[in-house]
């Protein structure tokens, strides 16, 4: 799936190709990075409805046999493609938390549309093989399936109790086929979610944060005796991926409650990264037990900074991470040494390798050298992991180069800034900027030792 972007900020075009299990942006500060990613996000997390409705003999059928066979609904399919790009392009002032006032201004000359076409989309989905898994928490799963070069999809009920028509009816009409349509129009992607550079101060101040805070106003009183008090809203306008991560860290009591498909891979990020385990207090806060401290944990507030910035990554993983969520993080290393940045770039591998899907902007050469050892040795013969296994790499964590795409944002002569792709080889991917800013570093050290010791 390959979108374009026009004019939004300082990046006047932008062609983005979503099918890759991994993307990264690159390039210096200010060139747009954030926006793009801004706007990849509420384009591919906001699943609409779907007009697609069970038949009353369908629905008998389902419930009788345990599964049902309909065909699969390619004007649906190119009707929501076409209702989320209008839905994405439409909501720039809450993209950006901007007053609607502010869009016309800034925004003037912006477009974005799908690059890949109608009839090429529906190529891809007839080629895809797919199993969604879908479940409301009463206890209700309907497994919807296709198969390669199949026109149809089979819905086969399971249930850990019994279930009355309605039930179902409402189960599949008022959610499976909104996220069955969803995955379809945005194949490969069924969710995203997103972490801004923001989350360290969102893990931390979240009640401080939080929309549903009022404001005092005034007071009434009577007889010197205060009666009420007087409140409004905070007036506040945070971007919708800073809105929707304050709201996740508003609801932990409740997400804690399930279980995402990766909670194995949130157990070796707390267990190589963190050195301790994260947790829920009974008040919803998050609170961390540092190893060798088993009976002292902290509050988020008081923990390291590495546990603050990757602790809502922990609980994603946990909670809600399933196949083909796109993860988008905005510069994962904020915060970490370069020893743990090669750690967190290898756990992307495993992410990836697992299912997930990662869309990261950096400025970290760090992770970008590590993502290149991970892609170099995915090409490599047996023996040569061999050899690199005291370094601790694993074949659980290797990153094929058809896996990753990568741009460069650059400002030219008149300030505008174009994306280009990079070159990807079975070498990994340069990123120039990174590259000069080293060589000129080294440099300026050559020449300042030399000064010294002339």
Do not use: W
Request: contains cysteine.
């Amino acid at each position: 799936m390959k979108i374009r972007i026009n004019n939004i900020g300082p990046v006047q075009e932008a062609t983005i190709d979503l099918s890759k299990r991994l993307t990264v942006f690159c390039g210096p500060n200010n060139t747009g990075k954030t926006y793009i990613s801004y706007l990849i996000y509420v384009l591919t997390k906001t699943i609409l409805r779907s007009e697609i409705k069970i038949e009353e003999e369908q629905l008998s059928e389902l419930l009788l046999n345990g599964s049902l066979t309909i065909p699969l609904n390619y004007d649906e399919v190119v009707r929501l493609r076409a209702k989320a790009m209008d839905y994405a392009s439409g909501q720039l002032a809450k993209i950006f938390g901007l007053a609607d006032s502010k869009v016309e201004q800034y925004f003037n000359d912006f477009k974005m549309k799908f690059v890949t076409s109608d009839e090429e989309h529906r190529v891809c989905i007839d080629q895809e093989e797919m199993t969604i898994t879908t479940s409301n928490s009463d206890g209700l799963i309907i497994d919807v399936k296709k198969e390669k070069n199949g026109e149809k999809l089979t819905l086969i009920l399971d249930t850990v109790k019994s279930v009355t028509k309605d039930e179902v009816r409402d189960f599949v009409n008022l959610g499976m086929f909104d996220g069955v349509y969803h995955f379809l129009s945005l194949l490969p992607i069924t969710q995203s979610y997103m972490f801004p550079v923001e989350r360290v101060s969102i893990q931390t101040f979240h009640r401080q944060l939080s929309l549903k805070n009022e404001h005092v106003i005034g007071e009434v009183v009577n007889n010197s005796e205060k009666i009420a008090v007087v409140t409004r809203p905070v007036p506040a306008r945070y971007p919708i991926a800073v809105k929707d991560s304050l709201e996740i860290a508003d609801n932990m009591t409740n997400i804690q409650n399930s279980k995402g498909s990766f909670a194995d891979i949130a157990d070796e990020l707390e267990t190589t990264l963190l050195n301790g385990k994260l947790s829920i207090d009974e008040s919803g806060e998050a609170e961390f037990r540092a190893d060798g401290m088993d009976n002292k944990p902290l509050p988020i507030q008081m923990t390291a900074s590495v546990v603050k910035s990757l602790s809502s990554l922990v609980f994603f993983l946990r909670h809600q991470a399933d196949i083909n969520h796109l993860i988008i993080i905005d510069e994962p290393e904020l915060n970490l040494h370069p020893d743990s940045q090669i750690l967190l770039a290898r756990m992307f591998g495993k992410m990836i390798q697992r299912g997930l899907r990662l869309l990261i902007s950096t400025h970290s050469d760090y992770i970008v050298r590590e993502l290149n050892n991970l892609i170099m040795l995915s090409a490599s013969p047996s023996e040569v992991m061999e050899e690199v296994d005291k370094y601790g790499y694993k074949a659980d964590m290797l990153i094929s180069h058809n896996d990753v795409s990568a741009y460069l944002f650059l400002k030219n002569e008149s300030g505008r800034v174009s994306m280009t792709p990079i070159e990807m080889t079975s070498e990994g991917f340069a990123v120039e900027t990174i590259d000069s800013a080293i060589l000129h570093q080294n440099a300026s050290a050559q020449l300042i030792y030399h000064c010294m010791t002339e």
